[in-house]
């Protein structure tokens, strides 16, 4: 892997299903501390465009390189170790401890034979902790709430500590302190550990508060990409949603309202 190169690069990517194009010969870069915003309506190819960056779904043409090289070239465990992947969905179909689903996230970390350690373990406790699931360590994770389990999948991943972190909705289903407080957490891994950080977000102010740059999906194969400021405006988030805004600006701050 080479350390100087982009931690998230796409060349000429195109991303669809069937004859719908999401997005047509997209380049895109991400380093090391950035927070990119993936912004779009529904069914506009969002989850799609994440999952193909993820390596979980092959482009329709194009490519994408994760720390300078190719999914195929690093295979699955070495590509654990640099992207870490939140799906917008998740199954439970086994009953499961919070910390037992939380140690998944060590398993990129560990041997081919290996066991968790008590290492493991305190990275698992801490990210349990930072999610406010400090108490839950023995709950059987189908007891859980849905924004209970959503923070679940979240301290899984930071367990993980990947270099990449692509986030399908990590708020869904989060109530307001949590979806702020999650926010933080991957904005404080940017800052303070270099990571990099793409997530789709259904709420611009959110968009303009946790990242600088953002990725606006129009759902017909046009996209716009760019610093958040000059992306996240009225003309262009109308246009996108197809309905007029209007921003509003306190303490340095913008939200955007429906007219």
């Not at 010969?25 to 190819?45: C, F, M, Q, S």
């Amino acid at each position: 892997m080479n350390r100087d190169a982009p931690l998230l690069e796409t060349r000429k990517l195109s991303v669809g299903i069937g004859d719908q194009s999401f997005c047509r010969d997209l380049d895109l870069t991400l380093h090391a501390g950035e927070r990119l915003a993936i912004l779009g309506r529904n069914g506009a190819g969002k989850s799609t465009l994440l999952s193909v960056l993820a390596g979980l779904r092959a482009p329709q043409a194009g490519e994408v390189r994760i720390g300078g090289a190719s999914y195929a070239a690093l295979g699955a465990r070495k590509s654990a170790l640099i992207r870490g992947w939140l799906p917008q969905a998740r199954g439970d179909a086994f009953a499961s401890t919070v910390l037992e689903t939380a140690l998944v996230g060590r398993h990129p970390h560990l041997d081919r034979w290996g066991w968790e350690t008590e290492k493991d373990a305190k990275i698992v406790r801490d990210a349990l902790a930072a999610v406010d699931l400090a108490e839950f360590e023995q709950r059987d994770i189908q007891t859980l709430s849905g924004g209970e389990r959503q923070r679940l999948a979240i301290a899984t991943l930071l367990a993980q500590a990947p270099r990449l972190f692509l986030l399908d909705e990590p708020i869904a289903h989060l109530d307001l302190k949590h979806q702020i407080a999650m926010l933080e957490l991957f904005a404080g891994a940017a800052r303070d550990c270099g990571a990099a950080v793409a997530m789709v977000l259904h709420e611009p102010a959110l968009a303009w508060r946790f990242c600088d740059r953002a990725l606006l999906i129009h759902g017909d194969g046009k996209t716009e990409t760019g610093p958040v400021r000059a992306m996240l405006t009225v003309d262009r988030l109308s246009a996108l949603y197809q309905y007029p805004l209007q921003a509003l600006e306190s303490d340095g701050r913008v939200s955007f309202m429906p007219r």
